[in-house]
């Protein structure tokens, strides 16, 4: 029973309403301020990599290495292709754009081991040009390593080096990315005349594309002896995570600027990591279709003089849904890197190197070939 009159136990129940309601405002109000301090400082952020966005104009010069030897026409040239996953996707990792956890690697000791290891296979394997791609010269994935500088020491030679992913800071997922500076680097110990960097198409939409990949072709003019026809290499690494419009657009640039260089009479060839499997490749069958699936490429989608130069006799990249297991059973492998050549270019050989994915998550693929 109330010992008061029941005036007095209203008046305690309305004073408890009225301090419920004060509670539910103040509440609702942090919970509003809280809210809006986010999105502003999202909005900051969104703001910010759109001013601070990579945009490259669509033909941008590249510096060039003084020196290099004299090509003539008879000689006979090594090429090797090769993805280094920036030095941070040996056997042991996983992805997360690829169904994985990881971001980058556990630390720093580990990209220095793969890059040892990385120099020393290419020197094992030597070439007269390399085509490197995902090769980082300033990013928080890779523990801010100048991989360029890096390789271009241990190889004795001058690099090319184009842009293809530039952001101040990717805010995905968590842990976040962070600054990343990456892209394609050719190597060669011939002398270059010009390099250029010519864009691609993106396959993005703002505000993903603010800091997102900037895709590009790295084409290198190397001088004949004796002859007004110039040998003209194009590295390339092409979309991976997009629908699958993008890698058409970026495929058609590419033939195109192909078969410009060819109708002038030069020697064309391109090399690198096409994110697309070849039509004449059935070895590596798609089993995990809950994983990242490549379209396919054939030849027909190449300029006429032209030709896939590739080999199957190992996969050239695996998908980093876990760790290797050493097994094309249950790790999901494909066949995505090679060469395009023209057809005044006479393929010797072209051979996968199997390293078994111990340094990265692709494999070289080296070519021998001598101008017609």
Same mark, same amino acid.
């Given at each position: 029973?109330?010992? %008061?009159?029941?005036?007095?136990?209203?008046?305690?129940?309305?004073?408890?309403?009225?301090?419920?309601?004060?509670? @539910?405002?103040?509440?609702?109000?942090?919970?509003?301020?809280?809210?809006?301090?986010?999105?502003?400082?999202?909005?900051?952020?969104?703001? %910010?990599?759109?001013? $601070?966005? %990579?945009?490259?104009?669509?033909?941008?010069?590249?510096?060039?290495?003084?020196?290099?030897?004299?090509?003539?026409? +008879?000689?006979?040239?090594?090429?090797?292709?090769?993805? !280094?996953?920036?030095?941070?996707?040996?056997?042991?990792?996983?992805?997360?754009?690829?169904?994985?956890?990881?971001?980058?690697?556990?630390?720093?000791?580990?990209?220095?081991?793969?890059?040892?290891?990385?120099? $020393?296979?290419?020197?094992?394997?030597?070439?007269? *040009? #390399?085509?490197?791609?995902?090769?980082?010269?300033?990013?928080?994935?890779?523990? #801010?390593?100048?991989?360029?500088?890096?390789?271009?020491?241990?190889?004795?030679?001058?690099?090319?080096?184009?842009?293809?992913?530039?952001?101040?800071?990717?805010? #995905?997922?968590? &842990?976040?990315?962070?600054?990343?500076?990456?892209?394609?680097? !050719?190597?060669?110990?011939?002398?270059?005349?010009?390099?250029?960097?010519?864009?691609?198409?993106?396959?993005? /939409?703002?505000?993903?594309?603010?800091?997102?990949?900037?895709?590009?072709?790295?084409?290198?003019? *190397?001088?004949?002896?004796? /002859?007004?026809?110039?040998?003209?290499? =194009?590295?390339?690494?092409?979309?991976?995570?997009?629908?699958?419009?993008?890698?058409?657009?970026? +495929? @058609?640039?590419?033939?195109?600027?192909?078969?410009?260089?060819?109708?002038?009479?030069?020697?064309?060839?391109?090399?690198?990591?096409?994110?697309? !499997?070849? +039509?004449?490749?059935?070895?590596?069958?798609?089993?995990?279709?809950?994983?990242?699936?490549?379209?396919?490429?054939?030849?027909? /989608?190449?300029?006429?003089?032209?030709?896939?130069?590739?080999?199957?006799?190992? &996969?050239?990249?695996?998908?980093?849904?876990?760790?290797?297991?050493?097994? #094309?059973?249950?790790?999901?492998?494909?066949?995505?890197?090679?060469? *395009?050549? /023209?057809?005044?270019?006479? =393929?010797?050989?072209?051979?996968?190197?199997?390293?078994?994915?111990?340094? !990265?998550?692709?494999?070289? =693929?080296?070519?021998?070939?001598?101008?017609?």
């Amino acid at each position: 029973m109330w010992p %008061y009159p029941s005036y007095l136990r209203n008046a305690v129940l309305v004073l408890r309403c009225v301090n419920g309601v004060k509670m @539910a405002k103040i509440i609702l109000k942090v919970v509003l301020i809280v809210l809006a301090v986010v999105f502003l400082i999202g909005a900051a952020g969104v703001i %910010y990599l759109t001013v $601070r966005e %990579y945009k490259p104009k669509k033909n941008e010069e590249v510096e060039v290495p003084d020196g290099g030897g004299e090509l003539t026409a +008879s000689d006979q040239l090594t090429l090797l292709t090769w993805n !280094t996953g920036y030095a941070g996707l040996d056997k042991t990792q996983d992805f997360f754009m690829d169904g994985g956890t990881k971001v980058m690697p556990d630390s720093k000791e580990e990209v220095l081991d793969n890059m040892e290891a990385i120099s $020393r296979t290419m020197k094992e394997n030597a070439a007269d *040009i #390399y085509f490197l791609q995902e090769v980082d010269i300033n990013s928080k994935r890779s523990y #801010y390593q100048d991989q360029t500088a890096y390789y271009s020491q241990e190889l004795g030679m001058g690099d090319m080096f184009a842009y293809n992913f530039k952001c101040d800071f990717v805010p #995905y997922p968590l &842990p976040f990315i962070g600054h990343v500076e990456s892209g394609v680097a !050719t190597y060669t110990s011939l002398g270059a005349s010009q390099a250029e960097r010519i864009a691609l198409p993106e396959s993005f /939409s703002w505000p993903v594309k603010a800091c997102n990949l900037k895709r590009c072709l790295l084409t290198t003019r *190397i001088p004949i002896k004796d /002859s007004d026809k110039e040998l003209v290499l =194009v590295n390339l690494h092409l979309e991976a995570y997009d629908d699958g419009e993008g890698k058409k657009a970026q +495929s @058609a640039l590419l033939a195109q600027v192909l078969e410009e260089e060819y109708q002038k009479g030069n020697y064309v060839i391109a090399g690198g990591d096409f994110n697309q !499997t070849f +039509s004449s490749v059935s070895k590596y069958p798609i089993w995990n279709q809950e994983g990242w699936v490549p379209p396919k490429m054939d030849e027909d /989608s190449l300029p006429q003089g032209f030709q896939f130069v590739i080999d199957d006799s190992y &996969p050239t990249c695996r998908l980093l849904n876990a760790a290797y297991t050493g097994s #094309y059973d249950t790790s999901q492998v494909y066949v995505l890197d090679g060469f *395009i050549v /023209s057809d005044n270019v006479n =393929v010797e050989t072209v051979d996968v190197v199997n390293v078994d994915f111990a340094h !990265t998550d692709h494999q070289p =693929v080296r070519m021998t070939v001598r101008l017609k």
